[in-house]
């Protein structure tokens, strides 16, 4: 049996409808998305897609595109009332219309120019999510074929947008659970610090009453240097702080801000290099977040340690996985010699480690350092 011309066009329809939900995580984003591939997809000159309101009682348009007359801007909320609306949503069946003979109970916009409308449930099994519609300038024939397709569409922008609304609340909570973790940092690196310096303050007082004005220098001059290190650990937790955590701006965008800002803050030579391709990969928020984060950790290390005057970050990907790599011609060390707590290297493995990847560290005394991420494909995307 050969599959016939129209259901191979509508097959690849579904399937360009589909890849709208891997673009983005935001369901307005995704909604334009799918609302462009539905006028391909049925040849119509307007489409739209509404989302049931909390209260279940109101479809808000969550976006339109197409040939939009005027009046039409004027229905972004519709009640569940309206027309055969409240039919559509309890039975789960598409409607369709014709707007020069309608039904009775459908409702028409003012001083209409399109002939022919229909819209179909989003379904996710058995809710109800909200609606799309298709619309037609000249008269449109609906075969009981194109009704059985409306419904299959309208599952799988369901599907897509429910997808959508689960990946917003997963990233919300990793961003959450990121800055969480960002704040402890930051207690753990300052609160040391100003203790410190509490002590040395209290040294020189007793120095001063005791008039003893060598070990007053001393006090002072360490109150001088751990106030100075107070100052540039901030400084750098606030870098941190701005580095980007969520999707809007994509890795490549993220990683390519973080090392401009560096370049930029540092006076550091740093090169960036994307390999063939990597900029049209597609990665989830969470392999953002922490390659992101491990590249500003990196970077912060290069500041504290390294004495460095060149940095070359590289980020690269192929069928096996995501890499990226952080070198410098610093002065180096022995990795074998420091403690895996130190350097953030604990955290940026445990970051890795979170992605089911390896981070690995070479480096030697006048080497310079390389430090490379590796994370499997299966848990990129």
């Given at each position: 049996m050969v599959m016939s011309t129209s259901v191979q066009k509508r097959l690849k329809d579904l399937i360009k409808i589909g890849e709208s939900l891997v673009w983005s995580r935001c369901p307005e984003v995704i909604s334009e998305a799918t609302v462009n591939a539905l006028i391909t997809a049925f040849d119509c000159d307007?489409?739209?897609?509404?989302?049931?309101?909390?209260?279940?009682?109101?479809?808000?348009?969550?976006?339109?595109?197409?040939?939009?007359?005027?009046?039409?801007?004027?229905?972004?909320?519709?009640?569940?009332?309206?027309?055969?609306?409240?039919?559509?949503?309890?039975?789960?069946?598409?409607?369709?219309?014709?707007?020069?003979?309608?039904?009775?109970?459908?409702?028409?916009?003012?001083?209409?120019?399109?002939?022919?409308?229909?819209?179909?449930?989003?379904?996710?099994?058995?809710?109800?999510?909200?609606?799309?519609?298709?619309?037609?300038?000249?008269?449109?024939?609906?075969?009981?074929?194109?009704i059985d397709y409306l419904l299959d569409v309208g599952k799988l922008l369901g599907i897509t947008v429910q997808h959508?609304?689960?990946?917003?609340?997963?990233?919300?909570?990793?961003?959450?659970?990121?800055?969480?973790?960002?704040?402890?940092?930051?207690?753990?690196?300052?609160?040391?610090?100003?203790?410190?310096?509490?002590?040395?303050?209290?040294?020189a007082l007793l120095?001063?009453?005791?008039?003893?004005?060598?070990?007053?220098?001393?006090?002072?001059?360490?109150?001088?240097?751990?106030?100075?290190?107070?100052?540039?650990?901030?400084?750098?937790?606030?870098?941190?702080?701005?580095?980007?955590?969520?999707?809007?701006?994509?890795?490549?965008?993220?990683?390519?801000?973080?090392?401009?800002?560096?370049?930029?803050?540092?006076?550091?030579?740093?090169?960036?290099?994307?390999?063939?391709?990597?900029?049209?990969?597609?990665?989830?928020t969470q392999v953002e977040l922490q390659f992101i984060r491990i590249l500003h950790e990196s970077l912060a290390n290069i500041i504290r340690h390294a004495v460095a005057s060149r940095v070359r970050v590289v980020l690269q990907g192929d069928t096996n996985g995501l890499y990226m790599q952080i070198q410098d011609n610093g002065r180096g060390f022995d990795p074998e010699a420091v403690s895996r707590e130190r350097l953030g290297l604990r955290i940026m493995r445990e970051r890795a480690e979170s992605l089911g990847g390896v981070l690995r560290v070479e480096s030697g005394s006048g080497l310079g350092t390389t430090i490379r991420v590796d994370v499997p494909w299966y848990r990129s995307t």
């Amino acid at each position: 049996m050969v599959m016939s011309t129209s259901v191979q066009k509508r097959l690849k329809d579904l399937i360009k409808i589909g890849e709208s939900l891997v673009w983005s995580r935001c369901p307005e984003v995704i909604s334009e998305a799918t609302v462009n591939a539905l006028i391909t997809a049925f040849d119509c000159d307007y489409a739209s897609v509404y989302l049931l309101d909390v209260t279940g009682d109101y479809l808000i348009q969550y976006v339109a595109c197409g040939d939009i007359p005027k009046h039409m801007h004027k229905d972004d909320r519709l009640s569940i009332t309206t027309g055969r609306m409240l039919h559509m949503l309890t039975t789960h069946q598409p409607l369709v219309m014709d707007f020069l003979n309608p039904d009775p109970a459908d409702w028409i916009p003012e001083g209409p120019v399109f002939r022919s409308a229909a819209s179909a449930p989003l379904m996710v099994g058995e809710d109800v999510l909200g609606m799309f519609t298709i619309v037609h300038k000249e008269y449109y024939h609906w075969q009981e074929k194109d009704i059985d397709y409306l419904l299959d569409v309208g599952k799988l922008l369901g599907i897509t947008v429910q997808h959508a609304r689960i990946a917003r609340k997963t990233t919300d909570l990793e961003i959450l659970l990121e800055r969480k973790r960002l704040s402890g940092e930051i207690h753990d690196n300052l609160s040391q610090l100003i203790s410190s310096l509490n002590m040395s303050t209290e040294a020189a007082l007793l120095s001063w009453e005791e008039g003893n004005m060598d070990w007053l220098r001393n006090d002072l001059e360490r109150i001088r240097t751990t106030s100075r290190e107070a100052a540039r650990t901030l400084r750098e937790e606030m870098l941190s702080l701005r580095t980007p955590t969520n999707e809007t701006k994509g890795l490549i965008s993220g990683v390519r801000e973080c090392t401009q800002r560096f370049k930029q803050q540092w006076g550091i030579d740093t090169e960036l290099y994307l390999d063939n391709g990597v900029e049209t990969l597609i990665v989830s928020t969470q392999v953002e977040l922490q390659f992101i984060r491990i590249l500003h950790e990196s970077l912060a290390n290069i500041i504290r340690h390294a004495v460095a005057s060149r940095v070359r970050v590289v980020l690269q990907g192929d069928t096996n996985g995501l890499y990226m790599q952080i070198q410098d011609n610093g002065r180096g060390f022995d990795p074998e010699a420091v403690s895996r707590e130190r350097l953030g290297l604990r955290i940026m493995r445990e970051r890795a480690e979170s992605l089911g990847g390896v981070l690995r560290v070479e480096s030697g005394s006048g080497l310079g350092t390389t430090i490379r991420v590796d994370v499997p494909w299966y848990r990129s995307t």
